[in-house]
C-alpha cells in the first residue's frame, strides 16, 4: 500500500527538522542517511500511485508531500543525495510533476510543478545527478525557463539550468551545455566529458523546499 497523507506529513516533518538542525550547526539523525534508500523507494512508490491516478480524482495534497519530502531528502545530499540520484522511477516522476499538463489534462496546482523542480535543482547538485538530470529534461527545462508564465517555474528551471552546467560541465554555460547534450542525444552515444570541480567561490545552487 502506498504512504497515506499522515505518513507523508510525519516523513516530511522528521526530515525538515533534521535539515532544521544542520542550518543550526547541529548533525542531521544517522538514520536519515542509513534510510535513505528504503524511503525513496516508498516516497517514490506513493508519487508514482498518486500520479498515475486519473487525472480528475488526483490527490494534490499527496503529490505535492511527496515531492517536498523528496527534494528535502535530496537536500541532506552524501548519502541520501546519492540514493536518490540512484532511482530511475524517481528522474521519471520529477520531470513528468515538472512538466506542463496537456491541453486536454486537468492541472495541478502550480505547487506541484515548483516542487518538482526544486527536486530536480536538488539532484543536479552532485554531477551525476547533474548529467541525469541536464540529459532527460533540458529540452523540458529550457521551455519553462523560456516560456513559462509561472515566474517562480521560469526561475527555478533556470537554476536547475545552471546546475546542470556548473556541475556537469566544468562551468560552461548552461547555453553550452545545453548544446553539448543536443549532440550527445542526437548521436545517440553516452556522453564522457571532462568534469572540474568548482573553486571555493563558485556557488552550488540547492533549495530547500
Known sequence: MPLTLSELTSHLQRLDDGLAARRRGKPPPASTADDAAPLVSLLTAALSAA???????????????????????????????????????LLALAGAAAAPPADDEHPLPPQVQHLALMLLLNLSVAEAGARRVGRAYSPLLEQLHKGSDDPRSRSLAGSVLENVAQNAFGRVSYTEAIEILQKAVADGTKFCLLYTSPSPRDKRQSRMP
Do not use: K, Q, V
Request: negative net charge; hydrophobic residues 50%; glycine residues 6%.
Open 51 to 89: 500520479l498515475e491516478t486519473d487525472a480528475p480524482l488526483r490527490d494534490p495534497p499527496i503529490i505535492t508531500t511527496a515531492l517536498h519530502c523528496l527534494a528535502s531528502l535530496a537536500a541532506y545530499g552524501g548519502a541520501a543525495l546519492a540514493a536518490c540520484n540512484a532511482s530511475d522511477a
